[in-house]
C-alpha cells in the first residue's frame, strides 16, 4: 500500500496552489481561491475514476466509516456484522455511533464469508460491514445479494483497496456506501483523508451535511446556511486534499507497478519444486481485479506459518505480517475491546445485549488466520531487489 513511495513534484505543484492561495478550507473563499478547489476537485475524479455518482472527501477513513453508518441510518443499538480481520477502526466506527458490532467469520478471500453471515443475524441486524483487506475482494456479490434479500444495509470498508474490482466494478459500489483511507500506509495517500462514495443522492446529502456540523452547503454565506441534521466534523483540509489530488492521477501507474511486483513473486512460489512447502494462495475472486497490494498464503499448520515468518524475518525478507499474531489487525489480541475499555462509558455497555466481546468463538477465521502470512508488494523495488527476495523466499520455504 504504498503511495508515499512516489510522492514528487505532482504533489508539491497542488499543494503550491494552494499556499498560493492561503486558503486551506474547501469552502466559500470564493475570490480568494483563485479557482483552486482541491477537495471539490478530488470528489470529482473520484466518483468518476470509481464510476459512482457522488464522493465526499473526509478527514479519514475512520471519519468516512462513521459518516457512512450515520447517513445510512445505523445508530444507537443496531447491530452490525464485522469481520474480525480488519484494522481495529472498522470496530471502532460502529461502536462510536452507538451501534454494536457483531462478529462474522471470514473465509479463505480472508474477507467475512457470505454463506457465515445468516448465523449471526438478530431483529436487531442493520447492516454488514465487510473489508476488502489487503488490496483484494470480499465475495462481495454474494454478500451483496444477502443483504438485499434480507432487507439489511450493506457499507464496504474499501480502506485498503482502492482500485480493486470484481467483475470490472471497483470495490466500494456494491452497496449503499463505500469507504475509502488515504491515510500514510495506504494504496494512495494524503497523510490524512478519505472518501465515502454512493450513487443514492439521499445519502450524499447526508453524509454532506453530516460531515460538517450539518451544514446544508446552500447558498454562498456559510452563516445563513440550513443545518437539516446535527453533525460534527470530519473536514478535510485543501493541504491535504490537493496531495489525494496528484495521488489519485498516479493509481493506474501504482496498480500496474504493484501488479507485475506481484505477478513475480506468485510465479516463483507457484513453481512444481516447492510443492514440498505446502503453500497455498488467499482466494481471490477476480484475480484480474486485484489491487496486488500484498500477496498472501497459507501454510498448512499455525506451528509451520509461524516459523516461516520468523525466519522471513531472519532472512531479511521484509514487510511480512503474521497476522494471527498482530496487535491491531486481528481480533485475538484486541483486548481492549474484549474488555470494552474506553476512556468513557461506551453507548452498547448500556445495552441488555451487549455481545461478551471476551468470548467470540470464531473457530474458522482463527484456522485460516493462523496459518496466513501477507506480504506488502512495494513500487520501489528494481528488478535485482525482486530477484534477491524470491530467492530468499524460496530458501525460508523450502528448507523449513
Ligand atoms: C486504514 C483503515 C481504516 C481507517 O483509515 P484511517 O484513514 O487510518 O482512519 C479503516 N479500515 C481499514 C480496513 C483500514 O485499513
Redesign the pocket.
Known sequence: MPGFEIFGDEERKEVGDVLDTGVLFRYGFDQARKGHWKARMFEAELSERVGVKYSHLCS????A?NIALASCGVGAGDEVIVPPF??I??IEAVLSAGAVPVFSEIDETLCLDPEAIEKVITPRTKAVLP?H?CGAMARIDEIRDFCDKKGLILIE?A??AIGATLGGKALGTFGQMGCF???PV?TITCG?G?AVITDDKELYTAADNFADHGHDHIGNDRGLEGHPILGTNFRISELNAAVGLAQLRKLDYILEKQRANKKAIKDALSQPDLKSAKISFRKIPDEKGDSATFLSFLMPDESRARKVAMNFGKAGVDSCFFWYDNNWHYMRNWNHLKKLKSSAMLPVKLLDYCPDYANVNLPQSDGIMGRTISMLIKLSWREEDLTQRIEKMIDVLKIN
Do not use: N, R, Y
Open positions: 479519514s477513513g475512520t471519519a466509516l480488519t484494522f477502526a472498522t473489508v483487506m470498508d480502506c485498503q483511507s488515504f491515510d495506504k490524512e478519505g
